[in-house]
């Protein structure tokens, strides 16, 4: 008595993956990845308000300077610091 194909012997693992990828391709469909930034990301992108004030007062000092109109006001300089090593 011979008995043949018993099991799974003729089922090739490797096959049936080759021939899962080949029926996807021809389907047209493909798998894509999809990427979500949130808002709290996105703002911190992006330039800050305060960022381009500071560049304003930088070009206008650097305006004054270069003009020779640039005056020191000492009692406002001695106030920062009072008040910087106050706190």
Do not use: C, H, W
């Not at 799974?8 to 990427?35: E, F, V």
């Amino acid at each position: 008595m011979k008995i043949n194909n018993i099991g799974n012997q003729n089922i090739n693992p490797y096959q049936r993956s080759l021939n899962k990828l080949d029926s996807a391709a021809k389907s047209g469909k493909t798998p894509s990845d999809k990427i979500e930034i949130s808002s709290t990301a996105k703002e911190m992108q992006e330039t800050s308000k305060l960022v381009k004030e500071r560049q304003a007062k930088v070009e206008a000092l650097k305006d004054q300077v270069q003009s020779g109109n640039y005056t020191i006001d000492p009692k406002a300089i001695a106030k920062g610091l009072k008040n910087f090593y106050q706190s």
